[in-house]
């Protein structure tokens, strides 16, 4: 027997490869059937009770049936066979078959079984089982060996002639060891085996010593059960492969015995589930992409984008059809990304063009994306909010979404805790057909992945991450009307997007919650804020990049401009007209305003404005801004606007200054209950204070139609009376009977 030696330079694998060649001329004369050509790079799988044998693609997962029932010359076969290994020097497979009488089998490229005479086996079954092919050019031996707990290990020479009878021998004290295995595999180079227990706990197993070593426990996900399959390839890299899920796990084995380092288990594909698997593949083929239908992601090392990390990967057309295809976008194309220099030399692929990022992603906010499917599916997605080059099960953000043809809008929540800056983030597309989720590694048959880098932003969020304040609008001014504070109404949020310690841009988020007006009113928002001081911050037109900014209303992306034209002021245009955005109940007059009318209904909308360049924190405007509504051209808003530009009438938060198209000339209009004094910079207030526009710090339940604030909320009139010194909880008491109710 070779003594162990590691597998560390690019000698020993072109050694083993013509190994391989060799050991085709040296096929024993005693061999029953027809020997494979060549050593294959496909892994065999057996399942069921007739053995059924698979040959599987370990790149893309793709699964071909080589033999639907393996059979005997001579007998038909109903019974399983297990414990099967490749044997290297022979070029033919070896197992144990259940059928009676129970006996080791030789397997040729026919799938025809031919029984082996083995003495000194007990009467058991036995389903874990490898060959160990040691020695070099004409010197080499085979044996085949076979493990249950309950009898220990034995081994078969196949080395004589296999129409004598041949002798198995027992390990000394393996029928001790109680390894609750399920397969083993030797490893190419050091002839140790390898197996994993259902748990994980991966064992190290010397044959010449007949000893056992546990090496470590490996992260196998949420896999349970039996590890049925195991396999090695040329390059010391060890497969194995769980009956229930289908996922095949590899371990970086490269260096063995294994001393002075932790294997780690990475998803490297799924292949087909059974209750019942059983693996072999020649030890010393190579695992490559040969496919030119594999589709990889793009993210650059140290994320685990190619083969050799275990990437991401889909063979997009399993039948080689090219119909009927799942992917992201108008496209997907094939690449080989067998290494990591691979990658480097093509590091984008064009074909990933399905997900659109409409809103900014800031940590502790929602964020919309669009994604485009080419037909019904189902969505995983991970990104790296922690920006540490790996995509971690607890950064899965979508988990297996299904997805309609064409555009869908999706909402993520991104953590408080993300840091900002450059990142990644990956999202695949399957048919749905998995048998347990997958993971952001590893190859999948059909659908696409799809890698972008994106930009994850650091906020200042007013009134926080998950608060909104309430904004209240009467649309009647200069006039008091029913003063009952629901002609518009919304919930709202302001962010401050922030990078390396500058402001970058802002994102507004609102809910709008109640119509009851008769009249059309626009919502808009300037990026100025007023201080208590007089001191006033503020956005300015050019500053803001606006071919960048992104508006969605009700999940849908808006097109069109909505940086207001021909202004010094950055004024965002959000609703031309509130009452496009809503539909009301039969039966109802208004949105949300009736007793019992869309009780559970509201709007959602979002926009992202970035600036040109960064500007500083202390010259910033924040906290609220300046929302405030306008009259939509081509409806009646009262008789004083006939004739006049609609535009010209807004109403804003009370003292904060109307923007330059606001028409002056409408703060004297006879008969008025606006009192606004620009020359103290008092706006938007009656005689004794009162507003026509409301920031209340919490979801608010506004007025029923028709009924008067003061009457809903009786401490409202002290608390506005005295400049908010007074009643400063006003919202909290309130007539039941006369205020929305809540909606889920």
């Known amino acids: 027997m070779q003594p162990y030696h590691y597998l560390t330079n690019e000698g020993n694998m072109m050694k083993l490869i013509q190994l391989a060649k060799v050991c085709i001329a040296l096929i024993p004369c005693t061999a029953f059937g027809q020997a494979f050509d060549e050593c294959p790079s496909q892994a065999f799988l057996m399942q069921n009770s007739n053995a059924q044998l698979y040959g599987i693609d370990l790149v893309s997962a793709k699964p071909t049936v080589l033999a639907s029932s393996l059979t005997f010359e001579d007998e038909a076969n109903g019974e399983s066979v297990n414990a099967v290994g490749f044997n290297y020097k022979d070029q033919y497979m070896y197992g144990f078959s259940r059928q009676s009488p129970k006996s080791v089998v030789q397997i040729g490229s026919d799938y025809e079984m031919k029984r082996l005479t083995v003495e000194g086996l007990p009467d058991t079954n036995f389903y874990v089982g490898d060959i160990q092919v040691t020695g070099e050019d004409g010197n080499q031996s085979a044996t085949y060996y076979v493990y249950t707990p309950s009898f220990g290990l034995y081994s078969v020479n196949l080395d004589g002639d296999l129409n004598e009878t041949i002798t198995a021998k027992l390990a000394n004290g393996s029928n001790s060891w109680k390894l609750g295995i399920f397969d083993f595999a030797f490893h190419p180079t050091s002839n140790l085996l390898y197996a994993v227990e259902s748990n994980g706990d991966l064992h190290e197993v010397n044959v010449t010593t007949n000893t056992t070593k546990f090496i470590t426990q490996l992260d196998i996900g949420d896999d349970s059960g039996a590890f049925g399959a195991a396999y090695f390839d040329i390059n010391g890299q060890f497969y194995f492969s769980n009956n229930s899920s289908g996922k095949i796990h590899k371990v970086d084995l490269s260096v063995s015995p294994v001393v002075g380092y932790t294997p780690v288990a990475n998803v490297f594909t799924s292949g ?37 990390k275990s990437g991401a990967r889909h063979l997009f057309a399993p039948d080689n059809t090219n119909a009927n295809l799942i992917y992201l976008g108008a496209t997907v194309d094939g690449e080989n990304i067998n290494f990591e220099t691979d990658l480097e030399d093509s590091p984008i692929d064009s074909s990933d063009d399905g997900v659109s990022f409409v809103t900014a992603i800031s940590a502790g906010q929602d964020s919309q994306i669009i994604v485009n499917a080419s037909a019904e599916g189902y ?131 609102g809910q709008l919650v109640g119509i009851g007006a008769t009249y059309h009113n626009g919502f808009a928002v300037r990026l100025q804020e007023t201080l208590n001081s007089g001191e006033t911050k503020s956005i300015l037109r050019s500053e803001v990049d606006e071919q960048k900014i992104s508006l969605v209303i009700d999940g849908q992306v808006q097109s069109g401009d909505f940086l207001e034209a021909d202004r010094n002021d950055a004024i965002l245009i959000f609703m031309q007209d509130t009452w496009d955005y809503v539909s009301t109940d039969s039966g109802c007059s208004y949105f949300r305003t009736e007793s019992g009318c869309n009780k559970n209904s509201l709007v959602p909308f979002s926009m992202t404005i970035p600036l040109n360049t960064a500007k500083s924190v202390s010259t910033s405007p924040g906290t609220l801004l300046d929302p405030f509504i306008f009259a939509s051209e081509g409806f009646y808003h009262g008789d004083f606007l006939i004739d006049q530009e609609a535009r010209g009438w ?79 909880q006003w919202f909290n008491k309130f007539n039941a009977n006369s205020v929305v109710e809540k909606g889920e």
Request: glycine share 8%.
């Open 379 to 509: 969505l995983y997605a991970w990104f790296d909010w922690d920006q540490n080059g790996a995509f971690t099960e607890d950064e899965r953000t979508v988990t297996k979404l299904q997805l309609n043809a064409g555009d869908n809008s999706i909402v993520i929540s991104v953590p408080e805790n993300t840091k900002s800056g450059e990142t990644w983030a990956r999202f695949r597309v399957t048919d749905g057909s998995e048998a347990s989720l997958i993971t952001a590694t590893g190859g999948v048959l059909g659908g696409e992945v799809e890698d972008y880098q994106i930009t994850t932003y650091a906020s200042a969020v007013y009134p926080g991450e998950s608060d909104w304040v309430t904004l209240a609008f009467e649309d009647k001014w200069p006039y008091a009307g029913d003063y009952d504070f629901n002609d518009v109404v919304l919930n709202y949020r302001t962010t401050q997007l922030i990078e390396g310690g500058a402001i970058i841009g802002y994102k507004i988020d």
């Open 272 to 308: 087909p589930k059974s209750s019942q698997n059983d693996g072999a593949r020649c030890a010393i083929a190579e695992v490559k992409v040969t496919d030119s239908s594999i589709d990889f992601g793009d993210a650059p090392s140290p994320y685990n984008t190619s083969l050799e």
């Open 650 to 728: 807004e109403v804003h938060i009370k003292n904060q200054v109307p923007t330059e198209a606001f028409n002056s000339s409408f703060l004297a209009l006879d008969g008025s209950d606006d009192k606004s004094e620009s020359g103290d910079g008092l706006y938007f207030l009656t005689e004794n204070g009162l507003p026509w526009a409301l920031e209340i710090g919490m979801q608010w339940q506004h007025p029923l139609e028709g009924i008067d604030i003061t009457q809903a909320y009786e401490s409202f009139a002290e608390f506005a009376e005295s400049s908010g010194k007074q009643s400063s």
